[in-house]
């Protein structure tokens, strides 16, 4: 029976997600899980640029992994058939990858699993599984859709937001990351391990709250503003890409040692983003030289043009 009166909840917009057809889950590390138990695959193919948790499936369910490599402009390099039961995982690593997706998908079909967590507005292609973390995007407690032909018979347990709450709040409460940045990391720990759950109804309602085309367009605002003063000195040469592409950060290449450690000092936090696949690649590889010299830029939504200028001046300062 529906309640009526008592205290009030927090005030959210009855929206729409954005992915609305998706299956709602809590991790996108889950999402994999979820395909490769109902796809039952015995093996899979996955990139050496990725971040370590995309490993946990894989050993948790006994599966076969192998590693390949990409180039320099985040293209896969591999050059083998695959058998039935083996699949080929991609992820379009920032989200400007979308025509190097539709191509593998021309090339493996089905037996290809797309991950964008990156690329959170990228549709996806028709029958191919797909994987999303709005986490990337938005500030959220848990949440990710994954888009598959074939669902599993469980009745997963839903997942509770409370315990995945305190760095979002606290830096709502103290204005500033850093002042959270422990419970963040406590945060990041804690999905280790997560079984596959539903997504919680607060990450549901918050997702249902957002007005995603105001906030996409400002982030491809500021992307295209830094690309536009940054991009004749960049080495690193983007894809041509849809003009919605909405890039999750701007991708600087620079081998100076010191610059990541000014933008960081000047309160411009620049992820280093797979550290673990340094461990695995040799250092004239084009995966160490993106990890360690291809610097996120932020550019999403919670900025405008000044905040881009700033960037600028501390890159050239």
């Known amino acids: 029976m529906k309640e009526i009166g008592g205290y009030f909840e927090l005030q959210l917009r009855k929206g729409e997600h954005y992915h609305k057809g998706a299956v709602q889950l809590n991790t996108a590390r889950n999402c994999l899980e979820y395909i490769l138990r109902a796809k039952k695959y015995k093996k899979i193919y996955i990139p050496y640029l990725n971040s370590e948790v995309i490993w946990e499936p894989m050993k948790k369910l006994g599966i076969e992994y192998e590693f390949y490599s990409v180039d320099f402009r985040i293209n896969p390099i591999f050059d083998k058939e695959l058998v039935s039961d083996e699949v080929f995982l991609y992820s379009d690593i920032y989200g400007i990858k979308f025509n190097t997706v539709g191509n593998l998908v021309k090339r493996f079909g089905k037996q290809l699993i797309v991950d964008n967590t990156h690329a959170f507005y990228s549709e996806p292609f028709d029958g191919i599984d797909t994987i999303y973390s709005p986490r990337k995007f938005f500030g959220l407690p848990d949440g990710a859709y994954l888009y598959t032909d074939i669902l599993l018979d469980d009745d997963f347990e839903q997942d509770m937001s409370i315990p995945h709450m305190t760095h979002l709040m606290k830096r709502i409460e103290y204005g500033s990351a850093s002042a959270a940045y422990q419970d963040y990391l406590d945060y990041c720990a804690s999905l280790v391990g997560q079984p596959i759950k539903r997504m919680s109804n607060l990450a ?18 500021n992307f295209r503003y830094l690309h536009s003063v940054l991009g004749k000195d960049n080495i690193y040469q983007f894809d041509n890409f849809p003009e919605d592409t909405c890039p999750l950060s701007y991708m600087l290449y620079s081998e100076d040692a010191n610059l990541r450690k000014r933008l960081i000092d000047n309160k411009i936090y620049v992820s280093t983003y797979w550290k673990e696949t340094l461990n695995l690649v040799e250092k004239d590889s084009a995966e160490y030289r993106i990890v360690n010299y291809l610097l996120p830029l932020p550019c999403d939504h919670r900025y405008d043009e000044e905040d881009m200028k700033r960037i600028i001046d501390v890159i050239r300062s």
């Not at 549901?204 to 605002?221: F, G, H, T, V, W």
């Open 204 to 221: 549901s309602a918050l997702l249902a709250n957002i007005d995603y085309e105001n906030l996409k367009q400002r982030q491809i605002n």
